[in-house]
């Protein structure tokens, strides 16, 4: 089992950046893949970025490729989310996720098994 808690949300001016951190617990975090999803008000819960178990291999969502950068420390138990050229479309709650099984891959919220509460990014113009 993985408990997981955000932080590093805030308000941003739109091309600004923010990092975002993620705290994880729990004896197996090495072998979760791990992911950032995001949610604004009236949408869906959207796939940002995730990473293997080992931090070599990234993969994200359309709308951050090149923007955005995920990276992980296992030893820390840490997930980072560095958001870099902030637009408004970016505001929403950032959430870290964890799927129900280690070393697997999925940009599907479904698959996501633990979740944190949330940190908000606000990008202002």
């Known amino acids: 089992q993985v408990q997981l808690v955000e932080s590093g949300g805030g308000l941003v001016q739109a091309g600004g950046s923010l990092r975002l951190s993620c705290a994880a617990s729990g004896d197996t975090f090495s072998t979760y893949v791990m992911a950032w999803f995001r949610q604004a008000p009236g949408k869906e819960r959207e796939f940002v970025a995730g990473?293997?178990?080992?931090?070599?291999?990234?993969y994200y969502g359309d709308s951050v490729k090149d923007r955005f950068t995920i990276s992980r420390d296992n030893a820390k138990k840490m997930v980072y989310l560095q958001m870099n050229s902030l637009n408004l479309e970016d505001t929403a709650v950032y959430y870290c996720?964890?799927?129900?099984?280690?070393?697997?891959?999925?940009?599907?919220?479904?698959?996501?098994?633990?979740w944190g509460q949330g940190t908000q990014v606000t990008v202002s113009s």
């Open positions: 990473i293997s178990w080992n931090g070599i291999i990234p």
């Open positions: 996720a964890a799927p129900g099984r280690p070393n697997f891959y999925s940009d599907s919220s479904s698959e996501f098994t633990y």
